[in-house]
């Protein structure tokens, strides 16, 4: 299942480090240097997930105009959907004119959505011998975060990236795989309204959730517990089964959840600063976004081809999934 190209798209709106601070009322220099966020983009008004996910799908194509014909699965991963029914899925299929043959189904996962997608998509592929898929990423948590909290607005952006993957041919390979879910801390990154447990509307006269119940809650002390006993185990596992050392990985491309979580985290596994990718800086926190950011980057770079990349996602579950992929372009 080789990875071919990546491609993305940001929002209209950019926010700096010193215009959360005046929203949220948080420190700037704390915003800057300990979040790691000096600028980051969310939606405007006119702009939706699917019309950002389209704006990264038409950045592709541009780079490899014969794809757009010869789409045959269409994957987005979003916890943060534009409507809850029908699926961004098919709103981005006929957005983007694909036909009707195009298979499309939406994966409700958020950090770690990328790496699952990865091998959900090439499990799809090889089952179905079809050839090629576009694996889009988006989540605009900038419409389900409180404007005010410091919590969650200091940290998350809003990006969209497109994914070229074929079932045969030259390009990044998964090597290993590890994945888990500690469903048990599953309440500290959560939205309490809005699902079948607490609907807006319901025929058998349910109260309504209220309106702070509908949106972002996050704990960043457990996050950050979670992240720094699971996720280095995780890694370990990985290179275990690939048979590697740390020293094998040419780059680490780790999800961006704050700076001092991933300076932390990657001190714990022993991952030497320099093999680190970041992109927090420009972006801050775009969920499932975040690896296929970086990895962007190093091909813009020409730094893709040949190298070992350790990509690792965590968070939303709290779910984790870790995979060694090996370039081939």
Known sequence: MPIVAIDHAVPGVMHTAADLAAATGADEAFIRDKVGVHKRYCLG???????????????????????????DLLVCVTQSPDRKLP????????ALQLGPGTASFDIALGCSGYVYALSVVEGFLMATQMENAVLVTCDPYSRIIDPTDKATNCVFGDAATATWIRRQGKGGRIVAT????????????????GGAAAPMVSIIGMTPPETSQMSLFMNGRAVFNFV???????????????????????????????????????KRVGIPPEKLLKNMNHFGNTVSSSIPLLLYDLQQKGDLDGQRILASGFGVGLSWATAILEFEL
């Open 45 to 71: 008004e006119d702009e939706t997930g699917i019309s950002l996910s389209q704006a990264a799908c038409e950045a592709l194509f541009a780079r490899a105009p014969e794809l757009r014909d010869q789409v």
């Open 87 to 94: 699926q961004n899925s098919a709103g981005l299929a006929h």
């Open 228 to 266: 720094n006993g699971q996720v280095p185990k995780s890694i370990r596992a990985c290179l275990e089964k690939a048979g590697l050392g740390l020293d094998d990985i040419d780059r680490f491309a780790l999800h961006q959840g704050s700076i001092y979580m991933l300076d932390a985290m990657a």
């Open 178 to 193: 590890d994945f888990g879910t500690d469903g048990s801390q599953g309440d500290a990154i959560s939205i309490a309204g």
